[in-house]
């Protein structure tokens, strides 16, 4: 698969976007606000400690005070660097008031804040330094296990060379890497955590010790891999930093680095601008003329798969397993560009065959291959549901550049004009026995009712004679207003008092 990276850069936003065989595969987005906090190593303090949760609640200078499992508590994770055993209590670990260096390892999400961890990890292009263990381990995507045996051998060596005792995770990126270029990366990694320690001392309560690199530099040190043919870049200082990274850690990339100085739009070019739009829907046509539902709530996401305008072949199981298919072959990409993760439910279309179940899973399975999120899949269930899950760091596109309608308040729907009548009538009902005693029929004045004019168009005609009961009920007249400002389901009644007193 020949990869492609788009850096688009404006004063505005930063956009990264990943395509593969001229499919868009990922996007990354930093505006003003910033990219991403995952990574960041802050010097918090202990706000709160929540035995029955067995957590803490760490303030380290953000919006909110970030969550600590105390299972994210492990070995010499305090400050001060002191050894520790695991208690089975946090408040044998941590207490209120107390300074903790700790790392973000989920960004805050839909009103949640960050999930933080005392495992400190620095990554490189190779590496992950842990510095306050002493474990080293291998990615799982490395499965020659020769070159596993290597590498594990390398860092044992590199280790005692440079008399450090920390942890290491070598990275996918290292298979077949020479010794030299890993040894680079374990100085770099230890220079970085010698100037962690050094900047704590000054560094305010709570403050920020460390910042992963800008969002570019970042994604092209992720992202870069024996796939990768080459690398646009629309903004002239951007290219020349991305340049210097590449020629200090990355030489062999220095070649594919390009910059697009056209005068049409980079993203426009490729054609994202409209890829990216159809990201952001409900709906996901497939090109056999099925399509899939993507619905993201607040626990999960969920995948409804339909035929759609596929007709297919002349036999119903054939044309119900070859929508399937292509939608276990296109979901993968669409979870990964969305970045869309914890437990998501896939309702495929009922199949009868055991075989056709078997392939749809393995062909979900495939697709999922190319992701570098971790991600774990269920066979189908007795519901003829399919249960997986992917790794979230960060909030999905839609949470990124999207926000609750202000209409409906995120329900997605909104009351009908016919039911806000309903409401304004027993909101008229109820409300006069309050205003006048038990007696609805004494006191004098109007009621005056403001409302969207859809609402006031059906009490006029639709609703008239209802409206003429409820005032014939009440022994009062019942005025109307167009309110312009008001939104769907929105009204406002008040009684009007007559001040006329008699002669």
């Given amino acids: 698969m020949a990869e492609e990276l788009l850096i688009n850069v404006k004063p505005f936003e930063k956009r990264v976007a990943l395509l593969s ?27 709160r400690i929540v035995p029955g949760m067995q957590a803490a609640f760490v303030n380290v200078g953000l919006a909110r005070p ?51 961890t005392c495992q400190l990890a620095i990554a490189s292009r190779y590496l992950v330094i842990m510095p306050l263990t002493d474990r080293i381990g291998i990615s799982q995507r490395i499965e020659d296990v020769e070159e ?3 590498l594990g051998d390398l860092i044992d060596q590199l280790r005692q060379r440079h008399e450090t005792s920390s942890g290491f995770i070598v990275r996918t990126a290292a298979e077949g890497v020479a010794a030299d270029l890993i040894d680079m990366d374990i100085q770099v990694l230890s220079g970085i955590w010698q100037r962690i320690l050094h900047k704590r001392r000054d560094v305010p309560r709570p403050g920020v010790v460390y910042q992963e690199i800008p969002l570019h530099i ?7 891999g024996p796939q990768l043919e080459c690398i646009y870049i629309d903004d002239l200082h951007t290219f020349q930093r991305v340049r210097d990274f590449v020629d200090d850690f990355l030489p062999q990339f220095t070649e594919r680095l390009n910059l697009y100085d056209e005068s049409r739009p980079l993203f426009e070019r490729f054609g994202l601008e409209e890829e990216l739009n159809r990201a952001l829907s409900r709906k996901v046509p497939l090109k056999s003329g099925g399509h899939m539902v993507i619905e993201q709530t607040e ?3 969920t995948v409804d798969v339909n035929t759609g305008g596929y007709l297919g072949t002349s ?3 054939e044309t119900v397993f070859r929508t399937n298919l292509e939608a276990a072959q296109t979901l993968p990409r669409q979870l990964r560009l969305r970045n869309l993760g914890g437990i998501i439910v896939v309702d495929f279309i009922d199949m009868v065959d055991p075989e056709h179940q078997r392939q749809v899973l393995r062909a979900l399975e495939k697709a999922c291959e190319t992701d570098p999120a971790r991600i774990r899949i269920e066979g189908f269930s007795s519901l003829g549901l399919v249960q997986m899950s992917r790794k979230r760091t960060r909030e999905s596109l839609q949470q990124q550049v999207c926000e609750a309608c202000s209409e409906c308040a995120g329900q997605g729907v909104v009351k009908t004009a016919q039911t806000t009548c309903v ?25 005056l009712i403001r409302a969207t004019e859809d609402v006031v168009g059906r009490l006029l005609d639709e609703d008239a004679d209802q409206l003429a009961w409820v005032s014939g009920e009440i022994g009062r007249d019942v005025r109307i207003e167009v309110e312009p400002s008001y939104g769907p389901g929105q009204f406002d009644i008040m009684l009007v008092q007559d001040m006329r007193r008699p002669a």
């Fill in 66 to 116: 970030g969550f600590l499992h105390v299972g994210d508590v492990e070995g010499p994770a305090l400050m001060l660097g002191d050894e520790v055993r695991q208690p089975a209590d946090i408040r044998q670990l941590l207490h209120e008031g107390q300074e903790i260096m700790v790392q973000v390892a989920k960004d805050p999400i839909s009103g949640k804040g960050a999930r933080l």
């Fill in 423 to 447: 409401e304004v009538f027993r909101a008229i009902l109820q409300d006069l026995p309050a205003r006048c005693g038990a007696d609805s029929r004494l006191g004098s004045g109007e009621y």
């Fill in 148 to 150: 596993r045996g290597r």
């Fill in 21 to 47: 065989d001229g499919a868009l595969q990922e996007l990354h987005l930093a505006r003003s606000d910033g990219y991403s906090l995952t990574g960041n190593i802050y010097l918090g303090r202990v706000e």
């Fill in 315 to 317: 036999r119903l199981e």
């Fill in 218 to 224: 970042r994604i092209v040190r992720d992202l870069a």
């Fill in 299 to 301: 626990a999960m996401i």
